[in-house]
């Protein structure tokens, strides 16, 4: 894993998506693998304590390759990638099933390394919207610039 400085990010942004029930056809967890692969973002750490996943729950996957079967574990991926305006920590893997408490302490703190400019969660839920219809959007914030800056309540 080759480590990026995380003191020489640019007005770093955070970006988080879990795969799991939150994710409808993991669409937001899929943006980001997008733009880890295009914009090849660099490997600067995983989450992947068992103690945060039931394994009945989020399976290992076993794969093959020429040095032998092996056995890819959950985790969460965080990358970073270095956009034109700014560098962008993405965080993407599957939803924790269990210790929330614990992992959200552990994932904050990692967050806190890059001392971001701003957080964002993404998640996408089921609608009953016709193919000819846009797609519903919604989004949340605390913060008051935010919501004025993308003019949501």
């Known amino acids: 894993m080759q480590q990026l400085p995380?003191?020489?990010l640019r007005d770093p942004?955070?970006?988080?998506?879990?795969s799991g029930w939150n994710d409808a056809g993991n669409a937001a967890s899929d943006a980001l693998l997008f733009v880890m692969e295009n914009f090849q973002a660099t490997e600067i750490g995983v989450i992947d304590d068992e103690k945060y996943f039931d394994y009945q729950v989020t399976r290992p996957v076993l794969r093959r390759s020429a040095d032998?079967?092996?056995?890819?574990?959950?985790?969460?991926s965080l990358r970073v990638a270095r956009l034109p305006?700014?560098?962008?920590?993405?965080a993407v893997g599957p939803e924790p099933s269990q210790l929330w408490r614990s992992f959200a302490r552990d994932l904050v703190a990692r967050v806190k390394q890059f001392d971001p400019?701003?957080?964002?969660l993404l998640g996408a839920m089921l609608s009953d919207t016709p193919h000819s219809r846009p797609l519903p959007v919604s989004m949340y914030a605390w913060d008051d610039k935010i919501k004025r800056l993308f003019d949501v309540e």
């Open 6 to 8: 995380i003191d020489n």
């Open 13 to 18: 942004a955070v970006v988080i998506s879990f």
């Open 68 to 76: 032998g079967p092996w056995i890819q574990w959950p985790q969460i």
């Open 85 to 90: 305006e700014r560098d962008v920590v993405l």
């Open 117 to 120: 400019s701003v957080v964002f």
